[in-house]
């Protein structure tokens, strides 16, 4: 089985440099004992222009037998045991030759030339017989195209025919493989040739373990949350083992959501829509202006709040969850009420987790008003243990973040698998969007928003959960109501089993009505 690793040098960093990087040296052979065979790293060219680094893993298929690892091949047949491709076809067994012999420069380690790890250069790699299974995910070159071309590899892959001299045969499962970049971290092309040798390959010749889920997303960090195909690599990597596929998807998809979450912190991590009032600024500029000022009309987030407080007091609960609870002004709301006894926060921003933790000043609080709340972070588009067992659930301006298609996953999360008692969900209604003075038509209230509903669209969206969950459902509008286009808020109480109310209780706003500015300052015209 052998892999070659070619470089070219540069006025800052002459070929040889590679040497460096893979911690060999280009001038001698070395050989290193893996669990299936000998290693042997040597370098067939080492210039200041180019350098080659060859591994060549020595695989002895009887040893692999007598480890019980030797299964290639078919059941039916003794011999497949011995006579296979395990030492010829770049396999899982080639991946952990590699972390076995190149493991400080798959770190990024290089104490010998600080900073050259770090920088992007130009690679080749080249695996003369890679096994590309299909399994009905369509293998061959298109599977290595499919892997390696989103993480910036031009990919030569070329299927190897079956027998050179009968080309009537047709192809092998087998790809030549060329991965050329011009400029790349060594250490991730070997943590992306770490994962997606076995991806490739479909299979492990070894049990895969639940460690395996964190040897992935260890290796995966950076490109895998990212990457189109995460999907299949991930099923692929973990031998289609279902639950830790799911497992490793989740994690993956905080990972992606984290990541987004810095990129745009104030974007994904709340909803500023509707609340500039509730900056510091502008607490400094009313303490400024004093007692005598005229009192602050109440916010459309605190009309809000205050709806969904009384929808909670009116079904009677004291465990309650806030789901994508943000920076925790509605856990602020509900720990002022003692009929409130427990309190989870739960969102995918460790951000806004943090943010809520500081604003709720969780570290100074006596600890038996600390004990009512918990903060966690969790993905609500995946069923939750945690999410178990509370009197009600809040999804306050939370779901119109999710892209629809993944909407069905957080209603099976909540409604289905959660299944609080009762369930409190409040959107914007895009109708109302028209009274924001400083809206242009058609543009949704937040950055984040991946969709905004009407009246309708909503009713109709509520009335199907609460039908195939088995809850019923009232809706409520929230905030100064509009004749014709409705309140900017709406409310959806769902109720487990209960019959649904004739009479609908509109929740109304407190006086004095808002003066409208902008959709950030919440006031309508
Ligand atoms: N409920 C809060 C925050 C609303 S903003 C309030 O009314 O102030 C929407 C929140 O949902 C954000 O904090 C965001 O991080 C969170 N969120 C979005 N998608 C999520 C998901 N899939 N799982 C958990 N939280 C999510």
Request: with cysteine; hydrophobic share 40%.
């Amino acid at each position: 089985m052998f892999m070659s690793i070619s470089t070219t040098g540069s006025a800052e960093s002459p070929a040889t440099d590679l040497g460096f990087l893979l911690h060999k040296h280009p001038d001698r052979v070395q050989r290193f004992a893996t669990s299936h065979g000998e290693a042997h790293v040597f370098y067939p060219e080492a210039g200041d222009e180019l350098c080659t680094a060859a591994l060549l893993l020595d695989v002895d298929p009887i040893a692999l037998v007598r480890k019980g690892r030797g299964r290639g091949g078919s059941p039916d047949c003794a011999l497949a045991q011995y006579v296979n491709d395990r030492p010829y076809a770049a396999s899982s067994l080639l991946a952990v030759a590699l972390r076995t012999v190149f493991r400080s420069a798959m770190k990024g380690a290089c104490p010998a030339r600080p900073g050259l790890a770090d920088r992007p250069r130009p690679l080749r790699i080249t695996l003369p017989a890679v096994p590309a299974n299909g399994a009905g995910e369509g293998g061959g070159p298109a599977m290595a195209a499919r892997l390696f071309e989103p993480l910036g590899w031009r990919v030569e892959a070329a299927a190897i025919p079956l027998d050179e001299s009968f080309p009537e045969w047709g192809e092998s499962r087998y790809v030549r493989l060329v991965l050329v970049s011009d400029a790349v971290r060594l250490a991730d092309a070997l943590q992306q040739l770490y994962v997606l040798l076995p991806v490739l390959d479909g299979a492990k010749h070894y049990w895969v373990a639940p460690d395996e889920v964190d040897k992935l997303l260890a290796a995966g960090e950076g490109w895998l949350a990212a990457h189109p195909e995460r999907a299949l690599i991930t099923r692929r990597y973990l031998a289609r083992r279902w639950s830790l596929t799911r497992t490793a998807m989740e994690r993956l998809e905080l990972a992606r959501l984290a990541e987004a979450d810095d990129r745009e912190a104030e974007e994904i991590d709340n909803a500023v829509d509707d609340r500039p009032e509730e900056t510091e600024e502008t607490e400094e500029t009313e303490k400024a202006t004093g007692p005598s000022a005229e009192p602050r009309p109440p916010s459309l987030a605190e009309q809000r709040r205050t709806a969904i407080v009384a929808a909670l007091r009116e079904v009677g609960a004291a465990r309650v969850a806030d789901l994508g609870c943000g920076q925790g002004e509605l856990i602020g709301a509900l720990l002022t009420d003692t009929r409130f006894t427990e309190v989870l926060g739960v969102d995918v921003s460790a951000r806004a987790l943090q943010a809520a933790s500081r604003r709720l000043r969780l570290d100074r609080l006596p600890e038996r008003q600390a004990a009512r709340v918990t903060l966690a972070q969790g993905a609500l588009t995946y069923t939750d243990a945690r999410l178990k067992g509370f009197d009600a659930a809040v999804l306050c301006e939370v779901i119109e973040h999710l892209d629809l298609p993944r909407l069905p996953a957080l209603e099976y999360a909540v409604f289905g698998a959660a299944r609080p008692g009762a369930v409190v969900v409040t959107t914007p209604n895009v109708e109302y969007n028209v009274r924001w003075e400083s809206l242009p038509a058609g543009v949704v209230r937040h950055a984040d928003h991946r969709f905004e509903w009407s009246r309708a669209e909503f009713r109709t969206w509520a009335e199907r959960v609460a039908a195939s969950y088995g809850y019923t459902v009232v809706l409520r509008p929230v905030g100064p109501e509009d004749g014709e286009v409705g309140a900017p808020t709406q409310l959806a109480l769902f109720r487990l089993g209960t019959p649904t109310e004739s009479t609908p209780t509109p929740v109304h706003t407190p006086t004095p009505t808002p003066t409208p500015t902008t959709p950030e300052g919440g006031e309508p015209r």
